[in-house]
């Protein structure tokens, strides 16, 4: 639901439920520490409530011609905190949910050059519109930048 600021042309309040719920398309690319973009992607995602739990489901295809399929388990509190878990996530990351962005922490072991290694994220979702997020995620490994995500989602 879009709510309006007076200090901002439109400032929408980021409910990631809400936003994700149906069928999203995402557009993204790796950017390293030094400015190189190393990968990019498109994702379909797929959001939907089972129960208390909403289920997001990412299907990426890659630059190199790579697929990955992620599923996401997201838990919502009422404070506007929630929690996110996957595969690949050994804990599950905490995250909130505020006046125009969402806000996620976690670490995910991913394969990266041909071998899994720990990365960490710390995820920022910025609704501009009712069909529009971006998403900015740094990346570090054991504690050091080494780049980040850029996305942009688009309700479809």
Known sequence: MLQRNPDCVSAPTFNMA??????????GMFESITGKI????????DGRW???????????????????????????????????????TPTPGKGVMTAMRGDLAYSMAL???????????SDLFYQID?????????????????GQVLISFRKV
């Open 111 to 121: 394969k990266v050059g041909g071998k899994m290694m720990m990365l960490s994220f």
């Open 50 to 88: 089972r129960g208390d739990e909403f289920l997001l489901e990412e299907d990426f295809t890659f630059s190199d011609g790579e697929k990955e399929t992620r599923f996401w388990r997201l838990q919502f509190n009422d404070d506007g905190s929630f929690q996110a878990s996957c595969r690949d």
């Open 130 to 146: 009712e069909t529009t997020v971006l998403n900015r995620a740094r990346v570090k490994k054991f504690g050091i930048p080494v």
């Open 38 to 45: 190393k990968k990019s992607f498109v994702a379909d995602i």
């Open 18 to 27: 809400d936003y994700f719920e149906g069928r999203t398309r995402a557009w």
